[in-house]
């Protein structure tokens, strides 16, 4: 009896590409992708038939439909949207703030043509990249003087390095913290070409502990935001103000790494605003961009003329200057700060009623016609009010499969959803979900139901 080779019956390469689905493929993936992914589809095919793993040979245009299946898997990015319903607003691993759509048209405009940059419009002359930004840090912020980095750990490293390069840094032991991702003080105090002198201990660092640590090498006295944790119980810290006191009167410098970057005290708020910092007397003051400011990603310098205008020739700033689309993004942010601060996102999410957000919990249950509205503590994220909980709403699910595959299905939707695990169930957080993401939203939970 003869038998044929199943193999034969898989159509060439060439044969496919004439197919009409293919012509059409090439229009939109481009010929050359469409050959490899082609190649590929007919490579698994031979495998699987070789592991007489296949019942049928596939004909040309179910073969096209898996090429189709890969180009799509292929061109999908990297980054994807993703819709954050972990309640944690500013989530450094979901992209932290969310921009003001005066941001987002600031950046189109910048990025789809030149713009002057680095060229003063007035004179003809070649401009300072941050000009036209600085003066509006000054008047939102309060500041004598300002400067904007890459980030807000550039704007610590670049303060380090111009003023107590090859000499002292005293530190409480309190405040040597890591930020996230390695990022931590000690490190950066080294990295700025100076030496680290602890004082105190974990739980209390007065000021004499200061006074007793200067010497003839110290340059600065550093206050680091505790940011993402908290000591609590028997405690001391020494304030700003009496850090500035001391110093002047040894003609040294107090750099106050803010992390956050707090505008408006908000009621019951325990972290300083950069203005209460500056008006408590530091030289410096260091902050995110995209923490509580709500803007791109940037680290903000703001205070004395002097000290911010021994940053400005140093080599290092170059290194780490801001790129234009995130100059863009920060001005536009900055003037809503000025004008209409209700109006960057971050701040409407975290003056969000519970009322607003049970009602949107309401609609996403609605849609689903499935899950449990319970009541949740949300928080800022990022470092930035860590002892504070914001009241929130989140739709509980139960999902059969098992919290941790139906999390795996949900991160590989389009877009993205990233809820949180609590025990058996997943909660999905109205907090940080915008009233237009709850359509997707509801498609994507779809999958895990049964
Ligand atoms: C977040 C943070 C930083 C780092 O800022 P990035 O903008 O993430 O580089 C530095 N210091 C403190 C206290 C922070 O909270």
Redesign the pocket.
């Known amino acids: 009896m003869h038998v044929e080779n199943p193999l034969r019956k898989l159509p060439q390469v060439q044969r496919l590409l004439e197919l009409p689905g293919a012509e059409q493929q090439c229009g939109q993936f481009g010929r050359a992708a469409v050959t490899g992914a082609l190649r590929e589809v007919l490579q698994g095919l031979r495998d699987r038939i070789a592991n007489k793993g296949l019942a049928e040979v596939p004909d040309g245009d179910a073969i096209l439909e898996l090429c189709e299946k890969r180009l799509v898997e292929q061109s999908r990015p990297g980054l994807r949207r993703t819709i954050n319903a972990t309640g944690v607003v500013l989530h450094t691993n979901l992209g932290r703030a969310p921009l003001a759509a005066e941001a987002l048209a600031a950046m189109a405009q910048v990025a789809a043509g030149y713009c002057n940059l680095e060229f003063d419009l007035a004179s003809g002359a070649r401009g300072s990249r941050t000009a036209s930004l600085e003066p509006l840090l000054r008047e939102v912020t309060g500041a004598e003087a300002a400067l904007a980095v890459n980030?807000?750990?550039?704007a610590?490293l670049l303060a380090l390095s111009a003023l107590a390069q090859g000499g002292e840094v005293i530190v409480s032991r309190g405040e040597l913290?890591e930020?996230g991702g390695g990022?931590r003080i000690p490190d950066v105090i080294r990295q700025g070409g100076a030496r680290l002198v602890e004082v105190g201990s974990t739980n209390k660092t007065r000021l004499a502990d200061y006074r007793a640590a200067i010497g003839p090498d110290t340059r600065v006295l550093l206050k680091?935001?505790q940011?993402n944790f908290r000591t609590i119980g028997f405690t001391a810290e020494t304030g700003i103000d009496e850090l500035a006191a001391l110093a002047r009167e040894h003609g040294l410098l107090v750099v106050a790494?803010?992390?956050?970057g707090l505008l408006r005290r908000t009621p019951g708020s325990l972290e300083p605003t950069l203005g209460e910092a500056l008006a408590a007397g530091a030289d410096l003051v260091t902050c995110?961009?995209?923490?509580l400011l709500g803007g791109p990603?940037a680290?903000l310098i703001l205070g004395r003329k002097e000290a911010v205008d021994s940053l400005r020739g140093h080599p290092l700033l170059r290194a780490v200057r801001l790129d234009k689309l995130s100059l863009a993004a920060l001005e536009a942010t900055m003037m809503l700060h000025r004008d209409r601060p209700e109006r960057v996102p971050v701040n409407r999410m975290l003056a969000q009623g519970e009322a607003g957000l049970q009602a949107r919990a309401e609609r996403l249950k609605a849609l689903l016609g499935s899950g449990e509205i319970i009541a949740t503590e949300a928080f800022a994220g990022?470092?930035s009010l860590p002892e504070e909980r914001i009241a929130s709403r989140a739709l509980a699910l139960d999902p059969a499969m098992g919290v941790e595959a139906a999390a795996k299905i949900l991160r590989q939707a389009t877009p993205a959803v990233v809820g949180r695990i609590a025990g058996d169930r997943l909660l999905f957080d109205m907090l940080t979900v915008a009233e237009e993401e709850l359509v997707d939203l509801a498609d994507a939970l779809r999958k895990i139901l049964p």
């Open positions: 980030n807000g750990a550039a610590i913290v930020i990022f680091v935001h940011s790494d803010l992390g956050s995110s961009g995209d923490k990603q680290g990022g470092g």
